[in-house]
């Protein structure tokens, strides 16, 4: 299995309940290694970039809302299979679904509020790493 690299989000929800600690502690209990992270709060024109494939869904604005309601952490997760394993760690996108253990299932709020966005693909992963981060920001 490839070592990959994944972008992770902590959301609003996480910061504002002091809980990056505790989820960052999943993602290395798991064997995934935090190789950048840093706190921003997006602006929406930077909310509504990141989420441009979701533009036509009926929460597309609500969810730009959302994510510029507080700061975020941003963070690269490198591992084997990093991809998958960020999604399995967090969880199904919506809390009530997710399952027990998971990140979405222990501290998600609703389905917008999960506490954390993980890309779906190591080409997303690619693209979403570059969004928040140069490579010169990244120290494996
Ligand atoms: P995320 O992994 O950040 O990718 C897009 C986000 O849209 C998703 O997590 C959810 O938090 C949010 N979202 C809000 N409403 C919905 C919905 N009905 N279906 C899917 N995602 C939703």
Not at 16 to 23: D, K, S, V, Y
Not at 127 to 140: K, N, S
Request: some cysteine; proline content about 3%.
């Amino acid at each position: 299995m490839a070592v990959e690299r994944t972008l992770s989000i902590l959301k609003p929800d996480a910061t504002r309940r002091n809980l990056t600690g505790a989820i960052n502690q999943r993602f290395e209990d798991a064997g995934l290694r935090i190789v950048a992270q840093r706190r921003l709060r997006l602006t929406r024109e930077q909310a509504q970039q990141f989420y441009a494939v979701h533009a036509e869904r009926a929460f597309y604005d609500d969810l730009c809302d959302y994510m510029t309601s507080g700061p975020i952490v941003a963070q690269v997760l490198e591992g084997e299979n990093a991809v998958v394993r960020n999604r399995e760690i967090m969880g199904a996108t919506n809390p009530a679904n997710a399952d027990k253990g998971t990140i979405r299932k222990d501290f998600g709020e609703s389905v917008e509020a999960n506490s954390a966005h993980g890309s779906d693909s190591p080409e997303n992963a690619a693209i979403e790493v570059a969004f928040f981060f140069a490579q010169t920001d990244i120290a494996d």
